[in-house]
């Protein structure tokens, strides 16, 4: 079980017409007023394609169905309710505190034990 449990989260439309409102606001045209999102996806689908792929990199994570929409949002969906070892990566098990995984743990033990050692029983 070493699946990586998020994805890549392919936004609605609507949810990226209200994102281009966001930014863009409301445009005049002709003296009638637009969402601007809503403009683009009508005269330029491929634009607004683009815009997608470009601009919406969302990340879902696959156990909380959390969506992440920042500049880091892959990394956070990926560690929303999943721990990775902070040395090599490996996924750790909900019970993992340390932050290491298995491997790691025990050259960070020893390393630890290193640093701690006591003359006073040898
Ligand atoms: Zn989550
Ligand atoms: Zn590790």
């Not at 330029?44 to 156990?63: E, L, N, P, T």
């Not at 750790?92 to 995984?101: A, K, R, T, V, W």
Request: aromatic letters at 10%; a negative charge.
């Amino acid at each position: 079980m070493s699946h990586k449990n998020y994805s890549e989260y392919e936004p609605e439309d609507q949810e990226v017409e209200d994102s281009l409102n966001d930014i863009y606001g409301e445009v005049e045209v002709c003296g009638m007023v637009f969402d601007s999102g809503r403009i683009l996806k009508e005269l330029d689908r491929i634009a607004f394609d683009q815009y997608i792929s470009d601009s919406m990199q969302w990340y879902q994570c696959g156990v909380c169905d959390k969506i992440y929409r920042d500049d880091d949002a892959e990394e956070e969906a990926k560690e929303c309710c999943q721990q990775y070892c902070d040395d090599c990566g490996k996924e750790l098990d909900d019970s993992n505190e340390s932050g290491f995984c298995e491997d790691c743990q025990e050259l960070e033990d020893e390393e630890d034990e290193d640093d701690n050692t006591e003359d006073s029983e040898s």
